[in-house]
C-alpha cells in the first residue's frame, strides 16, 4: 500500500539555522503530495503542496519539490524562527476527496 | 478560510463510561468527515470515513462498536468511545476534505483523551 517516511525527530536548531526535513513516499501512480504543520495544542494546517512531478510549493519561507525520480517531497527553510516549533508532517494523497496517507512526524525546536 | 471546530480539546474519564467527541464545521457544509488517532510521537492513523446520511466506513482493525461515529447533519460529525479502556488514551483529530481542489484538508484542533 502506500506510505510516506519521514526523518525522526527531534530536530532542534538554533534561531536563523538552515532545516531539512526529509521524506520520502511509496504509491503507485501520481499523487499529490503535502507538508502539514501541527503548533502546540492546535490541529494540523496545510503548510504546502505539490500536485505533480517538478512542482515546488512554498509557503511562509518553506519549500519543497516534489521529485518522482527519487520518490521525496523534503522541506526546506533557510532560515528557521523560534516560531518555527512545531511538528511537521509530510502526506500523500492519491485522489480528490481520498484520504491523506501521512508520515510519522517529525517535531522540530528552534532555540533562541 | 474553512474552519472545523472540535470540541471538548481534551477530557478525562473512567475506565467503562463513554466519551463523544464533535466535530463541526463551521462555515462549510462537510459530507464526508475523516477521523484519524495519533499516538505519542507517531502518526495519524485514520480510524474510520463518515459520510452525511450514511454508515461510516472503518479501517481494517478498528472496532466498530467501540468506536462510533455518527454524522448527523452536513455541519456535525460525532466519534463516541463507548466503555473505555486505559489503552483508548490518546489524541483523536477529525479532518474534512477540500471543497475545491485547490484548497488543501481541514483539520479539528484534536481531542486529548486520558481514560483512569
Known amino acids: 500500500g502506500d506510505s510516506v517516511t519521514q526523518m525522526e525527530g527531534p530536530v532542534t536548531l538554533s534561531e536563523e539555522a538552515f532545516l531539512t526535513i526529509n521524506c520520502t513516499y511509496t504509491?503507485?501512480?501520481?499523487?499529490?503530495l503535502f507538508w502539514y504543520v501541527q503548533y502546540p495544542g492546535e490541529g494540523l494546517q496545510l503548510l504546502l503542496k505539490?500536485?505533480?512531478?517538478?512542482d515546488k510549493g512554498s509557503n511562509k519561507g518553506f519549500e519543497a519539490t516534489y521529485r518522482k525520480e527519487t520518490t521525496s517531497f523534503h522541506l526546506e527553510k533557510g532560515s528557521v524562527q523560534v516560531s518555527d516549533s512545531a511538528v511537521y508532517f509530510c502526506?500523500?494523497?492519491?485522489?480528490?476527496?481520498?484520504?491523506?496517507?501521512f508520515g510519522g512526524g517529525t517535531r522540530v525546536l528552534v532555540k533562541p | 478560510g474553512a474552519v472545523v471546530s472540535q470540541h471538548p480539546s481534551w477530557v478525562i474519564c473512567k475506565s467503562g463510561t463513554s466519551v463523544k467527541i464533535e466535530c463541526r464545521s463551521l462555515?462549510?457544509?462537510?459530507?464526508?468527515m475523516f477521523w484519524y488517532r495519533q499516538f505519542p510521537k507517531q502518526s495519524l492513523m485514520l480510524m474510520a470515513t463518515?459520510?452525511?446520511?450514511?454508515?461510516?466506513?472503518?479501517e481494517q482493525g478498528v472496532e466498530k462498536d467501540k468506536f462510533l461515529i455518527n454524522h448527523a447533519s452536513l455541519t456535525l460529525s460525532t466519534l463516541t468511545v463507548t466503555s473505555a479502556h486505559p489503552e483508548d488514551s490518546s489524541f483523536y483529530i477529525c479532518?474534512?476534505?477540500?471543497?475545491?481542489?485547490?484548497?488543501?484538508?481541514?483539520f479539528g484542533s484534536g481531542t486529548r483523551l486520558t481514560v483512569v
Open positions: 463518515s459520510n452525511e446520511g450514511s454508515k461510516a466506513t472503518y
Open positions: 504509491a503507485t501512480g501520481y499523487p499529490s
Open positions: 462555515d462549510f457544509q462537510a459530507t464526508t
Open positions: 502526506a500523500l494523497l492519491k485522489a480528490a476527496g481520498n484520504k491523506l496517507t
Open positions: 505539490a500536485t505533480k512531478a517538478d
Open positions: 479532518s474534512a476534505p477540500p471543497r475545491r481542489e485547490n484548497y488543501g484538508y481541514t
